[in-house]
């Protein structure tokens, strides 16, 4: 039990930092989106670009991959390979990306414990590589608002189903804070903000309109 003298002003040794954990963008395809069916699909884009952003300015390692991209879903979603100009895609035939060698070695060469998974559908190639990275050990979040299912109810049980197994379901923003953190961390401070502006909503917009008034100090 902890007493009072053992309580100070420290975060959780489970929150998310730039340097415990990886993010990997898992199928965000054109022929994905046309079947995703959970949500405005246009969100689900906004929601996957601001994760990728998050983790560019936090220089946190990065898995792109796709599946049958030349047979059959088409092209990675060409701004986030934008965001991302110089990582390679590695493109699969299985529909778990834990079970393609090449996928889990790269996630392996991050050298994290910790994954953030986004991804298309849901209960397929989301949930297929939470649950085979958690049973080896690796702790899972699962950013939802970045991923999609084919209706509503393939993607709420899909994440129910990765709750009952032990994966941490996030979203976008909350995974930027996370990593923040702290408004006095000056060297992310102003890009975080140019991310909360392009990608936050009427939060970006919040954003614009109190620093608009006070001087560009205005935060979360």
């Given at each position: ?15 998310l ?27 689900v ?8 952003k ?15 991209a ?12 934008d ?15 834990w ?13 994290r414990r910790k ?9 397929v ?14 702790e ?36 930027l ?9 000056q060297?992310?401070?102003?890009a ?9 909503g ?16 205005a935060?979360?």
């Amino acid at each position: 039990m902890v007493t009072l003298s053992d309580v100070t002003a420290a975060p959780a040794p489970g929150l998310l930092t730039p340097d415990d954990c990886a993010v990997l963008f898992i199928d965000h395809q054109p022929q994905m989106f046309f079947g995703t069916g959970s949500g405005d699909r246009t969100a689900v884009i906004n929601s996957t670009l601001g994760l990728a952003k998050a983790a560019k300015v936090f220089d946190v390692p990065v898995v792109l991959s796709t599946v049958a991209a030349e047979s059959f879903s088409g092209p990675l979603m060409p701004q986030l390979a934008d965001v991302f100009p110089e990582q390679k895609i590695i493109d699969r035939t299985t529909m778990n990306a834990w079970e393609d060698v090449e996928f889990v070695e790269a996630v392996k060469a991050t050298g994290r414990r910790k994954l953030v998974i986004a991804g298309l559908w849901t209960e397929v190639c989301v949930v297929l590589p939470a649950l085979s990275a958690l049973a080896q050990g690796y702790e899972v979040y699962v950013v939802t608002d970045a991923s999609g299912g084919v209706s509503p109810q393939a993607h709420e049980h899909a994440i129910q189903r990765m709750i009952q197994a032990g994966v941490v379901p996030v979203t976008w923003v909350q995974v930027l804070l996370e990593l923040q953190r702290d408004w006095a961390r000056q060297e992310t401070y102003a890009a975080v903000g140019d991310v909360v502006k392009a990608h936050g909503g009427t939060y970006g917009l919040g954003l614009v309109y109190a620093q608009a008034l006070i001087g560009g100090h205005a935060a979360g």
